[in-house]
């Protein structure tokens, strides 16, 4: 094939493919100084323990502070049940908003590997900022005195809230860029590391499982017996690690070039459509205008295949007179490649799929919320141990560490046998499993809720705020439902979006895969907000007063099941519908 740097050159250029023979990686990714790289002694599962331990420690961090957050809002800063749910799925609302800041910057400018530096930084002061404000007594509200709860100052609501939402940004830097980051290790154009990439995507959320079990179990338990200063301090010291995890396997990585604004190739596409909507599309896809290079013009970016659908932004790769009269094809906002133009139809067939996620996001968000409430209400004693509402949340994360392994090493083999996938299942298909396990979840938190208030009302204790003699485990099955139905349904979510995006655009669709667990988290308070208005009007209780015993919380679950049955209905529609990319 000619001198190593022929051989260098080739791949600089993205031009070189991998048969999985070669001793550099065919996918066109470099070195931190920009070198092609020798599969030999980079990437692969040689450099994943290292960002598979800065998942884990910064999970454990988020985990830390969101798990419990809706108690220390309740109980330190004396906000209502409402109140604190509604911030709680607000700020996680956000921390799933920002990663698309995160990943344009990624895709357009940093690179993953800058981004996840530097807004790493930016999360740690904030979790430094957060463990200030309950530390030290000055920026903490004084304790209740009797039924007496001295509100919050606005100055301690301030560092309060600004610690919150610097975490909020910090997790946007990180989020769409470290799972994408992880699977840029695999090359692509060798079939051994494709394969194994799918079982990265599975390790990758076992290794956030495993922090969020010590956040769920030990940091809940510091928390509420230790104090918050602690129990926020432990994960400011997990985030330090998590830097540190990440920049000691920086000789190991690889790394792809930025490809330039996903958002502004968008753009151009549109433009350029609408500037040329006189014109026919010639039904030779072959007239359409691309690079005659073997690789695409997008940096980072192999060709795809032109498809048929959505036609009319086709018209931004039609070439019209004065452009094949002078041979001028430089201007992106009048004519594009069909590469350019098949991102954005991409983008466009996955937006019906990305928005079913929103409605399992909104049932997800309860864990941390109304589960937590709901536990607050029953009997949490065993012997003379009492345990924190918010560390049932651990049956959720042993739920998904147990189904990890076992879907990785047991379902896997065996759904290969009949589907003859790879993967044993497609990424649509196992997201639709997860939908249907959401279902289960939300039933059977109805369910507990039917008996917990039958015995409220068998014991009179309806009018007390009481916890009822009725065991918290009985929460235990819905936990661990919601835990199977991440299993399936956000492990495909990361698969389907790093797979099916344009090469130059995983960063961005990593995003708005997140996006969904921001607007599930939305959708929670809107609904939230509308019911306690619609069930508190003309004096009424509501469904969720601060006495969950006067209320029909019940009532508000067996409403998410229903909308999450509509919403699987509506996405086995459209993944029957959809059509997966195809790269040249």
């Not at 929103?358 to 589960?371: D, W």
């Not at 536990?375 to 560390?391: K, L």
């Amino acid at each position: 094939m000619g001198s190593q740097e022929d051989e260098r050159s080739l791949l600089e250029d993205g031009l070189l493919q991998n048969d999985g023979g070669e001793i550099y990686s065919g996918d066109g990714s470099v070195d931190i100084k920009g070198r092609p790289v020798l599969k030999q002694n980079t990437g692969n599962w040689k450099a994943c323990p290292f960002i598979l331990g800065t998942e884990c420690c910064e999970r454990l961090a988020y985990y830390g502070i969101a798990t419990n957050l809706v108690t220390y809002l309740t109980r330190k800063l004396h906000e209502g049940n409402v109140s604190a749910a509604r911030n709680v799925t607000t700020w996680q609302g956000t921390c799933y908003l920002t990663p698309l800041i995160g990943a344009i910057l990624a895709d357009a400018y940093w690179g993953r590997y800058w981004t996840i530096a530097v807004f790493s930084t930016i999360y740690f002061i904030g979790m430094c900022t957060l463990t200030l404000s309950a530390s030290v007594s000055a920026l903490k509200p004084a304790e209740c005195f009797g039924s007496v709860c001295p509100p919050a100052t606005p100055a301690q609501y301030a560092v309060f809230f600004i610690g919150l939402y610097l975490i909020a940004l910090g997790t946007g830097g990180i989020k769409p860029c470290v799972s994408s980051f992880g699977a840029d290790q695999f090359d692509d154009t060798d079939p051994e590391e494709r394969k194994k990439k799918g079982s990265f995507f599975n390790w990758f959320y076992f290794s956030i499982n495993i922090g969020a079990l010590i956040s769920s179990s030990l940091l809940v338990w510091v928390q509420d017996n230790a104090g918050w200063g602690l129990g926020f301090g432990i994960p400011t010291l997990a985030m330090a690690i998590a830097i540190g995890s990440f920049f000691l396997g920086t000789p190991l990585y690889r790394f792809q070039k930025p490809g330039g604004s996903p958002v502004t190739r968008m753009c151009q596409v549109l433009v350029a459509s609408f500037h040329k909507w006189n014109l026919e599309v010639p039904k030779d896809s072959s007239l359409l205008y691309e690079t005659q290079d073997k690789g695409s013009a997008i940096e980072g970016s192999r060709k795809l295949e032109h498809s048929n659908e959505l036609t009319c932004l086709d018209k931004a790769a039609v070439l019209s007179e004065p452009e094949v009269s002078t041979g001028n094809f430089s201007n992106p906002w009048r004519l594009c490649t069909v590469t350019q133009v098949e991102e954005l139809k991409i983008l466009i067939r996955m937006f019906p799929i990305w928005a079913t996620g929103i409605v399992f996001s909104a049932v997800y968000a309860q864990m941390s919320t109304l589960f937590v409430e709901q536990g607050t209400m029953m009997d949490t004693t065993v012997g003379s141990f009492s345990i924190p509402p918010a560390s049932l949340s651990t049956f959720d994360v042993i739920s998904v560490i147990f189904w990890v392994p076992v879907y990785d090493r047991v379902i896997v083999p065996i759904a290969r046998k009949f589907t003859g996938k790879e993967r044993g299942f497609s990424e649509l298909q196992r997201m639709g499993i997860g939908l249907f396990l959401s279902i289960l979840c939300m039933s059977a938190a109805a369910v507990v809720e039917i008996i917990r208030l039958r015995i409220a009302r068998e014991l009179g204790l309806v009018d007390q705020q009481v916890a009822v003699p009725l065991s918290i485990f009985w929460q235990i099955p819905q936990y661990f439902l919601l835990g199977a139905a991440e299993i399936f349904t956000f492990i495909g979510q990361l698969e389907f979006f790093y797979d099916q995006s344009p090469d130059a655009m995983r960063s961005l669709c990593s995003a708005l895969s997140l996006l969904t667990t921001s607007l599930g988290n939305y959708l929670s308070s809107f609904i939230l907000t509308i019911v306690t208005y619609i069930t508190t009007k003309g004096g009424k209780t509501g469904w969720i007063p601060d006495n969950l015993n006067e209320g029909h919380l019940d009532y508000f679950f067996w409403l998410l099941a229903g909308l999450s049955f509509l919403n699987m209905l509506v996405y086995i529609v459209f993944a029957g519908r959809y059509k997966a990319k195809k790269a040249s």
